[in-house]
């Protein structure tokens, strides 16, 4: 069974980075690709990015293309969201996401497995 958990968020300013971490506690991380989500309140969970099982794949939103990068470790059963030029539009709970397939996908219903969550606050 996965279990994900995020840890990483905090409050920052504006232009500051950050890195997210999600650790898998279960079985099945070296064979799932994982995306990370975000979202505030009163909207619908907002894809990041994501990115294969082998990591040879990664996708970005238009919003955070060329600032974040993300990137896993398979021996550590970890991925990470590495987030540079931070901006106030980025504040959100950043959770990451596993799915049972070995490629990417943006959408938020093809994942199956969720971490708690991770705050991340951008002041201006």
């Known amino acids: 069974q996965v279990q994900l958990v995020e840890s990483g968020g905090e409050l920052v300013q504006a232009g500051g980075s950050l890195r997210l971490s999600c650790a898998d506690s279960?079985?099945?991380?070296?064979?799932?690709?994982m995306g990370w989500f975000r979202q505030v309140p009163g909207k619908d969970r907002e894809f990041v990015a994501s990115?294969?099982?082998?990591?040879?794949?990664?996708d970005y939103a238009d919003s955070v293309k060329d600032r974040f990068t993300i990137s896993r470790d398979n021996a550590k059963s970890t991925m990470y969201l590495q987030m540079s030029g931070l901006k106030p539009e980025d504040t959100a709970v950043y959770y990451c996401?596993?799915?049972?397939?070995?490629?990417?996908?943006?959408?938020?219903?093809?994942?199956?497995?969720w971490g708690q969550g991770t705050q991340v606050i951008v002041s201006s």
């Open positions: 279960g079985r099945t991380f070296s064979n799932s690709a």
């Open positions: 990115i294969s099982w082998s990591g040879g794949r990664t």
């Open positions: 996401a596993a799915r049972r397939s070995v490629l990417t996908s943006s959408w938020y219903d093809e994942y199956d497995y």
